[in-house]
């Protein structure tokens, strides 16, 4: 079993909308977590700090009372006791430090630091006590990530809710800078197979053909360059084919024409009425393929001037049946109108319609026999009425059917042409039909005739 496609596969947008979605959810997601964890620990902070307020004031009293910090230990761990017991530290050991102005510690909660010498740095995030002004000592708290902050308790409470989403942003901005290069990575590298692929058909490399390296909007539109490629490719080779066979076709009755016209100048031959009647057949021959291939570029280019009018398909083939009839006689072929009265109108233009006939009539009465049968049938569909050309003579080989529409493609490549015939007949055919918005397809089995199916919409 083949491996069923995903929607996330098959479309770019619901790639980048999940992309977005991905990168959104986990930036919300990671603000949350990284926001909620900093600002439990700074709201945390933040009644610490509220808890040292009355000890800063308790230990201002104290110098102030006494001009000295003797005594102010049972200060410190009172507080320590008080806000260790409201569960604020989690668990965490809390440490406060009285220090003097010279950096060395005085009373602290934890006995056997007494006496050591407190950093320049632990200092400047000391709490400055005062005292008419002047500088006594510091109040130095370690315990949550050994932050004290000297600033406002609204300030530095706020200063940490900041940094929190800070780092979200950061971290979320690099995920989304991650994710989006990856995208563009996905993105790009058909994009730049593509733009190398037009570049080089540009260059007349009509061969070229790209990866097809994903099955979304971008696999879809490799695909639709690399059928395009083979379009053009087929055309182009079309139409040096159609090239050469067109220099052929008039080469023959203008050498035809030559080769009289210089003896008849030359006097090496003398006119007569049979010389004049080749030289006259094949002029009609060159006017013929001219005005077929005028007709032609005119469908090709959507500048045919059509008048569509209703048409009774019962009135149109026994007039056709009527113009061929003496010609089929004379050949011993039986022409067959089968076309019920009551057929729903077409919506055609009848001299064209009548051309298109004729051609399908024609061609078919060459590869018919003495004795055989051509019948032209009619039959409603829902939107369209189909008129069938169907003999009963040689038939078409199976490799020719896919190309018989095509310009001058002759199945049997050793026929010459048959009273003027110059293979454009079935292109003018399928050109004419679909200018008038129908369409034309043939059924034909070797030995058994051929079958030509034109349907055109009911007017």
Not at 189 to 213: C, E, K, N, W
């Amino acid at each position: 079993m083949g491996k069923q496609l995903t929607v996330w596969q098959r479309s770019i947008s619901v790639k980048l909308a999940l992309a977005f979605l991905f990168v959104g959810v986990l930036g919300a997601a990671l603000v949350a977590l990284y926001v909620g964890l900093r600002t439990r620990t700074a709201f945390e902070r933040f009644r610490l700090d509220q808890e040292l307020v009355p000890l800063v004031g308790a230990l201002k009293a104290h110098y102030q009372e006494r001009e000295s910090w003797t005594g102010a230990g049972p200060l410190l761990r009172r507080s320590n006791d008080v806000a260790m017991g409201r569960g604020m530290m989690h668990g965490w050991t809390l440490r406060t430090s009285l220090v003097d102005t010279d950096g060395i510690i005085l009373q602290d909660t934890i006995p056997r630091q007494i006496g050591e010498q407190v950093s320049r740095t632990e200092l400047r995030r000391a709490v400055a006590l005062e005292h008419d002004g002047v500088v006594v000592g510091y109040l130095l708290v370690e315990g949550i990530h050994g932050q004290p902050r000297q600033e406002t308790l609204e300030a530095a409470f706020l200063s940490r809710v900041r940094n929190a989403i800070l780092l979200s942003a950061l971290t979320a901005a690099g995920v989304a800078l991650l994710v989006g290069g990856l995208l563009t990575r996905t993105l790009m590298g058909p994009i730049h197979a593509l733009t190398t692929g037009t570049r080089a058909v540009a260059d007349g490399d009509l061969g070229h053909q790209v990866v097809v390296s994903s099955q979304d909007e971008l696999g879809e539109l490799a695909r639709s360059f690399n059928q395009m490629i083979g379009d053009l490719a087929h055309t182009a080779q079309l139409r040096r084919q159609m090239t050469a066979d067109i220099a052929h076709d008039l080469r023959t009755p203008l050498s035809v024409l030559m080769g009289y016209t210089e003896a008849l100048n030359d006097g090496k031959l003398k006119g007569s009425a049979e010389i004049y009647t080749v030289m006259h057949c094949e002029a009609q021959h060159l006017n013929h393929l001219v005005g077929d291939l005028r007709l032609l570029s005119l469908a090709d280019a959507g500048e045919l001037q059509l008048s569509c009018q209703a048409l009774s398909p019962e009135s149109l083939l026994e007039q056709v049946e009527a113009a061929h009839r003496v010609q089929a006689e004379a050949s011993g072929i039986s022409l067959v109108v089968d076309a019920p009265s009551d057929l729903p109108s077409i919506s055609a233009d009848p001299e064209r319609m009548t051309q298109v006939l004729n051609n399908l009539v024609t061609n078919a009465m060459r590869y018919t026999p003495s004795g055989g049968t051509i019948r032209l049938r009619a039959q409603a569909a829902a939107t369209a009425v189909h008129i069938d050309i169907a003999d009963n003579g040689s038939g078409i080989a199976p490799e020719d059917l896919p190309y018989v529409f095509e310009r001058f493609y002759r199945g049997d490549r050793s026929r010459q042409q048959w009273q003027g015939e110059s293979g454009l007949g079935l292109t003018i055919v399928k050109s004419l039909v679909e200018a008038q918005g129908g369409s034309v397809a043939v059924n034909s089995s070797p030995g058994a005739g051929a079958c030509f199916t034109i349907s055109l919409p009911i007017a």
